[in-house]
């Protein structure tokens, strides 16, 4: 089955850096890539998202690159903030196995130092 | 819309004991999801279901089972509690656009103690 690395585990910046965390698929036959935010204590949640059929999506201080060839993708985050201080998980889906099952990376606990 | 709600919020059991955590969404949402998330760890899929009467299992479901009578509802049943299972619990929905492959809507999660 599929499975999804992601590194590095933790990662510090200062305010202002910018930060990239990695991810790894092993299933070919991947098309979507989602990418969660979960602050501490509370639920994950969608904060970027990829699919196939591009190869970088942006949206203000975010974006994601997806090189199908290698089965990685990464997120950016420019410009960091201390309230982008959180965990982030990648995820990788089959969708035409019209289940939605997402496979999660191990996550990335970012800390962005005022 | 409340969205995603899961009950209780926490919960305390004994070794040996059963329980059901609930979850309930009012999105008309076709799939509903259940993770586990141990400390510091990412979520790994119990079972899911593509729609009512519909279930299957993920990457974890020993020790769990499910049900989905309604679209709305998708209880999530512990037998036999074990200290293993001491985790948060977050059930998930999706289905905007009809199909899989959009954004997953989590709920608050459910954090269960096993002692």
């Known amino acids: 089955g599929e499975n999804v690395e992601q590194h590095p585990s933790t990662l510090s910046v200062q305010e202002g850096d910018s930060a990239v965390i990695k991810c790894t698929y092993s299933d070919s036959a991947s098309n979507y890539f989602p990418w969660y935010k979960q602050e501490l204590g509370k639920r994950p949640q969608l904060i970027i998202d990829i699919r196939s059929n591009v190869g970088e999506k942006k949206d203000q201080r975010i974006a994601v690159t997806l090189n199908k060839t290698a089965k990685h993708f990464s997120l950016h985050i420019t410009e960091t903030q201390p309230e982008d201080s959180a965990v982030y998980f990648c995820?990788?889906?089959?969708?035409?196995?019209?289940?939605?099952?997402?496979?999660f990376g191990q996550g990335t606990t970012l800390q962005v130092k005022p | 819309n409340a969205g995603v709600t899961q009950t209780p919020k926490f919960r305390i059991l004994k070794i040996g004991q059963s329980m059901t955590l609930q979850c309930a969404q009012d999105m008309n949402h076709n799939y509903m999801y259940w993770y586990r998330q141990d400390p510091g760890m990412g979520l790994k899929l119990i079972y899911y279901?593509?729609?009512?009467?519909?279930?299957d299992k993920g990457e974890v479901p020993n020790g769990y089972n499910v049900s989905r009578s309604t679209t709305e509802d998708f209880p999530l049943r512990l037998e036999l509690a074990a200290p293993s299972q001491t985790s948060v619990y977050f059930c998930a929905s999706e289905g905007a656009s009809g199909g899989p492959g959009y954004e997953q809507y989590f709920g608050p999660g459910t954090r269960l103690t096993v002692t």
């Open positions: 279901s593509v729609g009512a009467g519909i279930t």
């Open positions: 995820a990788a889906s089959i969708t035409s196995s019209n289940t939605g099952k997402l496979i």
